[in-house]
């Protein structure tokens, strides 16, 4: 496992670019963290957080990446989304659930992890958890709003399928635009729609001068039965080493 690069062969050494100090890394000095700062819940300080992003003009805050395994073997894989809404229970990803590689990863193993990275903020933040699909219902709304193409497009593409040339992409567009032709409701494909991230974990990582950085993770211990026998998270803060 261990192998030496000759100086020579290293295409990337230790750049550091945009740092002030050129023969040093970025420090981060943009802000700190402290426990006083959380909200208890992560989904309500996750959403303090995004309001700061929008807020700071952090370009597209929504982008995220959602890495997934496949069992047995192991194999992780990540890809860039954007997260489309959040509500108390989680994170939720508009997506192929049929042909796409987090598709079949999901279909082995349903755990899956989000990374949010705001550089303009110097902060990041990281969910771990399980995934539950929307219902066809609830992904039609999500899907209405999406401009027409998008929508066509959704049933066009075989995600992550090899094909032969663009052309073949574009015949299947011309075929799914001439069934659809004249209706304004286009029904969401069954292999389409929404994906929850329901967190078990989610750590607001802030980033700090010298690398001692600020960083805070929320972990479900289980959860107390409330007034209507409803089993409500609660949630353990601790405090990271950077
Ligand atoms: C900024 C950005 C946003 C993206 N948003 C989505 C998205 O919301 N849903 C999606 O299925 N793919 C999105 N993609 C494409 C994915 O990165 C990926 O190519 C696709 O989902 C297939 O990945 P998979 O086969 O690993 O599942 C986005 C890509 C970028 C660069």
Do not use: C
Not at 44 to 65: G, L, R
Not at 139 to 164: H, K, L, P
Not at 210 to 218: A, E, P, T
């Amino acid at each position: 496992m261990l192998h030496s690069a000759t100086e020579s062969a290293k295409k990337i050494f230790a750049p550091t670019s945009n740092s002030e100090d050129p023969g040093h890394a970025t420090q981060y000095n943009k802000g700190a963290l402290d426990r006083d700062d959380l909200l208890p819940s992560p989904t309500d300080q996750f959403h303090k957080w995004f309001q700061e992003a929008q807020a700071n003009n952090v370009y597209q805050p929504e982008t995220v990446t959602l890495s997934t395994a496949e069992l047995p073997s192991g194999r992780v894989s990540a890809r860039t989304l954007y997260m489309k809404e959040l509500d108390e229970r989680g994170f939720v990803i508009y997506s192929n659930w049929d042909t796409s590689r987090k598709a079949s990863d999901i279909r082995s193993n349903p755990h899956a992890a989000l990374t949010f990275h705001w550089r303009e903020l110097e902060r990041q933040v990281r969910v771990e958890g399980t995934v539950e699909r929307l219902t066809s219902e609830e992904s039609q709304v999500y899907y209405d709003t999406r401009i027409r193409g998008s929508r066509i497009g959704a049933w066009a593409s075989q995600q992550s399928s090899v094909i032969e040339s663009r052309e073949q992409l574009e015949k299947r567009v011309e075929d799914v635009e001439k069934k659809f032709h004249g209706k304004d409701k286009i029904p969401v494909p069954e292999f389409w729609g929404g994906l929850r991230i329901v967190p078990d974990m989610v750590e607001f990582w802030q980033g700090r001068p010298s690398r001692l950085h600020d960083r805070f993770v929320y972990r479900k211990v289980g959860g107390e039965e409330n007034a209507k026998g409803i089993k409500e998270a609660e949630w353990k803060i601790e405090r990271l080493s950077p």
